[in-house]
């Protein structure tokens, strides 16, 4: 930051680097800051992205959807209107008004969407037990989504579980990619399910310690925070 104050990605993973030591309110000062010296719209929304993302991350959800909802008042194409729809209806799914959810997945579906839309509308859908919209979801994704990619054994697993069908995701889980951190957390959850709390314990608290940092991808990023979300309601 000292050599270039003029690249945005130094003021945002500072702000990170804070959220994760713990020190939320440094962190959203970092984002503000961020969202105040630098004029592009996108970058400007990123850094009010994850000013929204450090409110669900501790857990308020009402806040989160305020910074969201504020996205929407500026001038966003389809696209990117889907997107803060997309994650308007994950935060109201794990954190506020599952009734509202609904309607955020309307608007989300409006655009053109890309194949990471349906594997977060397949685990949102799965979240407010809508399980017909969740495995069609589901399937959309695993038709869009290349053939080496395991992530669909996550979100088969996460609705199995919401269905009861604890072998099926045991089953699922085994196929699924083991260091990813959603996946960590629907197995948290199937331990739960299955009377071992210690072991969901401990995946907890590998979760709630892993990296959050900025991987440059906004929707892996964002599944990260989902599994955070995911693990500290079980």
Same mark, same amino acid.
């Given at each position: 930051? &000292?050599?270039?104050?003029?690249?945005?990605?130094? #003021?945002?993973?500072?702000?990170?680097?804070? +959220?994760?030591?713990?020190?939320?309110? #440094? %962190?959203? %000062?970092?984002?503000?800051?961020?969202?105040?010296?630098?004029?592009?719209?996108?970058?400007?929304?990123?850094?009010?992205?994850?000013?929204?993302?450090?409110?669900?991350?501790?857990? /308020?959800?009402?806040?989160?959807?305020? &910074?969201?909802?504020? @996205?929407?008042?500026?001038?966003?194409?389809?696209?990117?209107?889907?997107?803060?729809? &997309?994650?308007?209806?994950?935060?109201?799914?794990?954190?506020?008004? *599952?009734?509202?959810?609904?309607?955020?997945?309307?608007?989300?579906?409006?655009?053109?969407?890309?194949?990471?839309?349906?594997?977060?509308?397949? @685990?949102?859908?799965?979240?407010?037990?809508? +399980? /017909?919209?969740? *495995?069609?979801?589901?399937?959309?994704? #695993?038709? *869009?989504?290349?053939?080496?990619?395991?992530?669909?054994? #996550?979100?088969?697993?996460?609705?199995?579980?919401?269905?009861?069908?604890?072998?099926?995701?045991?089953?699922?889980?085994?196929?699924?990619?083991?260091?990813?951190?959603?996946?960590?957390?629907?197995?948290?959850?199937?331990?739960?399910?299955?009377?071992?709390?210690? &072991?969901?314990?401990?995946?907890?608290?590998?979760?709630?310690?892993?990296?959050?940092?900025?991987?440059?991808?906004?929707?892996?990023?964002?599944?990260?925070?989902?599994?955070?979300?995911?693990?500290?309601?079980?």
């Amino acid at each position: 930051m &000292e050599l270039d104050s003029e690249i945005a990605a130094g #003021t945002m993973k500072l702000g990170l680097i804070h +959220l994760m030591m713990g020190d939320v309110a #440094t %962190a959203r %000062a970092d984002f503000a800051r961020g969202q105040e010296h630098f004029t592009d719209p996108a970058t400007k929304r990123e850094f009010t992205y994850w000013t929204a993302a450090s409110y669900a991350y501790t857990g /308020d959800g009402k806040s989160a959807v305020r &910074e969201l909802t504020n @996205i929407l008042g500026t001038t966003l194409t389809p696209a990117q209107t889907a997107v803060v729809h &997309e994650r308007l209806a994950a935060v109201e799914a794990y954190l506020g008004d *599952r009734k509202a959810v609904a309607s955020h997945l309307t608007a989300s579906d409006a655009a053109t969407p890309p194949a990471a839309h349906y594997a977060l509308k397949a @685990i949102v859908c799965a979240r407010i037990n809508d +399980l /017909d919209q969740a *495995r069609g979801a589901a399937a959309q994704f #695993t038709s *869009r989504a290349p053939a080496t990619n395991l992530f669909p054994h #996550t979100r088969n697993a996460l609705i199995a579980l919401q269905a009861k069908d604890l072998a099926t995701a045991e089953q699922e889980l085994a196929a699924a990619p083991p260091n990813d951190l959603f996946t960590k957390a629907v197995r948290a959850d199937l331990f739960m399910r299955k009377g071992q709390k210690a &072991e969901a314990q401990a995946l907890r608290q590998e979760i709630s310690t892993s990296s959050v940092k900025l991987d440059g991808n906004p929707p892996v990023d964002f599944f990260k925070l989902m599994a955070k979300m995911h693990a500290d309601k079980l």
